[in-house]
């Protein structure tokens, strides 16, 4: 493919350590396949990091990691797995027909309501015998998305009381009771989450309910707060991938680089059109180069809206100009000498002036905000690229 998202492994584990100097206990999230990336290609640099914990969406991931898991047995690769218990935690729903798979396999699954509880519970009931059902209990502190909420807490209690771990039925062993904060930045708002899930840790302690562990951080705690909300784990994903989970700058390292090539020079006459309908006009005798990617790559259309957007040719700043294509870009030559068809153009990341050294750079925030969106956005939409590992 002309287009490829290079992926370097050295800023993956820098951003890491970063991590853990403010919590070494962390969950890592590569769910949606790894947004984006490729479990294939994140979890193993991961191991190789002393990585053991692993949050998923789906079970179709979980199932991807034990694949990847049993290739290391077969091909030898002990130096990931001597003297280390994976696991894995799933944090959305996970259909009732796929609890085999789960109990069989020690997956944890996230509980957040009665109906899915009732479910899980009912085929525990019929289907099995002396076995255990790991869970994670997702409490509702404030982002009202998934999650028991402070009133259903007793409720849920007198449920779950019946399958306790030392309970002659089915067990349930519950692993740890969190919750997820909505606007980290916001300390007012972030406050009163707290308060609302240290109270419901309060009631689950009062009444005797048995856990291991509490998780509130993500990314944006983690970074806003230090260790204040450490508990004990944090649950990790856009900082690992160089993300930046605030509104400033806290020093991750860019962890991908896309970059596609220049098809096709052209010479357009001021006042021609380009690309398609009547906007992209040129208000000069232009030199308009053709780049091989569009929004089929996950470039995203809502680009083509700003005035600001640009990628790198040679180390410079070039203008995209028209609208986007399925599978192509316009971008502004004009000003730029000695290029070529098949010149690297970078998308994201970054590229060294061939004339004055100075490295220019693209990042995952200046895109999101180019399309009018958030940076997650940005690197999800770019699954469908061919990736390599640096």
């Known amino acids: 493919m002309l287009v490829n998202l290079e992926i370097n492994r050295e800023n993956l584990k820098r951003n890491l350590e970063k991590i853990r100097s403010i919590n070494k206990n962390i969950i890592c999230v590569i769910k949606d396949n790894a947004y984006g990336l490729g479990i294939e290609n994140i979890f193993p640099i991961l191991l190789e990091n002393n990585c053991n914990y692993f949050a998923v969406a789906y079970i179709e991931e979980a199932i991807k990691i034990g694949e990847i898991l049993k290739n290391f047995e077969k091909e030898k690769k002990l130096n990931f797995l001597e003297n280390r218990k994976i696991k894995i935690m799933a944090l959305n729903y996970i259909e009732p027909k796929n609890l085999k798979y789960v109990i069989e396999n020690n997956v944890e699954l996230t509980i957040f309501n009665f109906s899915q509880l009732s479910d899980y519970l009912k085929i525990l009931d019929k289907s099995f015998e002396n076995t255990v059902l790991k869970i994670h209990i997702k409490v ?89 909300y450490n508990y004990d784990f944090a649950r990790v994903g856009m900082a690992l991938y160089g993300m930046e989970p605030l509104s400033y700058d806290v020093g991750l390292l860019d962890v991908i680089t896309v970059k596609s090539q220049i098809i096709n020079v052209r ?19 232009s030199k308009i180069g053709i780049v091989s990617i569009g929004y089929a790559h996950g470039f995203q259309k809502q680009i083509e809206n700003s005035e600001e957007a640009y990628v790198l040719v040679n180390g410079k700043k070039v203008k995209i100009v028209g609208e986007i294509c399925m599978d192509m870009i316009f971008i502004d030559l004009t000003d730029i000498e000695n290029v070529e068809v098949n010149d690297e153009v970078v998308i994201v990341g970054s590229q060294k002036n061939i004339e004055n050294g100075i490295t220019e750079k693209i990042t995952l925030r200046q895109v999101a905000k180019w399309a009018g969106t958030i940076q997650d956005d940005v690197l999800t939409k770019f699954s469908g690229i061919k990736k390599t590992v640096d």
């Not at 209690?157 to 740890?176: A, D, F, G």
Request: no cysteine; hydrophobic share 30%; net charge neutral.
């Open 140 to 228: 509702n502190s404030g982002m009202n998305r998934l999650g028991f909420d402070e009133n259903e807490i007793l409720e849920l209690i007198e449920k779950i009381k019946k399958y306790e771990i030392n309970s002659k039925n089915n067990k349930l062993e519950i692993i740890s009771i969190f919750s997820h904060i909505s606007d980290a930045e916001n300390q007012i708002e972030t406050e009163k989450q707290v308060e609302k899930y240290e109270n419901i840790l309060k009631i689950v302690d009062k009444n005797d309910v048995k856990y291991q562990y509490k998780h509130l951080q993500a990314s944006p705690l983690l970074f806003k707060y230090g260790e204040k």
């Open 267 to 285: 010479n357009v006459k001021k006042n021609d059109k380009i690309s398609y309908g009547s906007k992209g006009i040129v208000n000069r005798d």
